[in-house]
């Protein structure tokens, strides 16, 4: 089935610049979603970014003009370019794939900590 590897994870300091990749193997769907969550300690996962089969992105709110969510040409790999970074970005980003509610997969996570 679906396997989703993160990577790129680190520490930096607020205003600086991290890239996430995320790596596909298995999708055979022709219709799907792409997304990155986040979950920080005690606090719920959100999704703050989407990225359609068709190339439709979209954003949370609190990272618009911030960051941008991408794929390469051949699907297999997602990628998160996250600029102007805040100590509120600091959390566990995850790699989500979903074609349907029979179909949600999700990948280990990668830390990112934001420093003042």
């Known amino acids: 089935q679906v396997q989703l590897v993160e990577s790129g994870g680190g520490l930096v300091q607020a205003g600086g610049s991290l890239r996430l990749s995320c790596s596909v193997s298995g999708n055979r769907f022709g219709f799907y979603v792409m997304a990155w969550y986040r979950q920080a300690p005690d606090k719920p996962r959100e999704v703050v970014a989407r990225?359609?089969?068709?190339?439709?992105?979209g954003y949370e709110d609190s990272v618009k003009g911030r960051f941008t969510i991408s794929r390469d040409n051949t699907g297999t790999t997602l990628s998160l370019q996250m600029d102007s970074l805040k100590p509120d970005d600091t959390g566990v980003y995850f790699c989500?794939?979903?074609?349907?509610?029979?179909?949600?997969?999700w990948g280990q996570g990668t830390q990112v900590t934001v420093s003042s």
């Open positions: 990225l359609t089969s068709g190339g439709t992105p």
């Open positions: 989500n794939l979903m074609a349907g509610p029979q179909h949600d997969y």
